[in-house]
DNA sequence: TGATTGTTTGATGATTCTATCATTTAAGAA
DNA sequence: TTCTTAAATGATAGAATCATCAAACAATCA
């Protein structure tokens, strides 16, 4: 009784690989966990703290998340005095992100078209924004 | 009143782009819509019936799900006649797939050995199995 | 030791998602 | 028209997930 794993979570061998994919997608499936992941794609290692100022978030509820993140197994941590500091458990997961993105961007910039219904020219560059 | 968008989906412009990331993963993040992603992945176009067939759902249960890719923009459909056929709507969809399940065999295997502690020399090739 | 900061855990109600049933729309054939 | 097949929709009960709060735990310092 000292496993840390609670959840289905994915480390579920034996199961169908298009159930451990969808459960690799659920645990992304957060726009709290994105931002995090986003957060430890462009660093090395961030700490808890600094992922609580770089968010707003309370603690309790980031904990919550960065616990779910742990449990899916995206992310690793390791204590250093105070803080705990927390790593992508793959670079993999960044290419994720990025593929994701672009993918986004394509399907908004369709999107976007498909709304305007060939009417304006150019929409004003893209709609970056936010991160 | 007759838009076919009901759903928060993500076409939702002007939110900020990690919760429309985190969204895009909501779509996927169901063992079945995978398994039609997927399929689709291998043909550039397959008809619900084919679906059907391949998936052994039951045909309102699938037809849920196909909805919610449409929703999510993940496919696009077309009818022709009595049948109806789906494509991927962006190359990227199947790209993020093939991510994850590059992500998957990385962290399955880390797991793995991590659960073997470092005893077995080779664990039998990999456990590639179904699709 | 006790106080303090940093982080996690547990419990709760509210919300969202899933699977299944029954119904409905659409296309084509008789 | 009426029948048959193909697919989508609507409603619903049960399961899973989320945000919030209070409490516990861990490491450091006074």
Redesign the interface.
Known sequence: MEQENQGPA??D?RA???????????G????V???VL?LLSAAPEVSVSDLLSATGLEASHLSQHLSVLRRY??VTSDRRGLQQFYTL??P??A???A??????E???H???EDLETATVPRPSST?R???
């Open positions: 994915f480390a061998f169908p690989l298009y159930e451990v994919k969808a459960n690799l997608f659920k992304l499936a957060h726009p966990r994105i931002r986003e197994r995206l458990a793959d993999l997961v290419e994720l992100l593929v994701a993105r672009g993918l986004l394509n399907v908004l369709a999107t976007k709609t924004d936010t991160l």
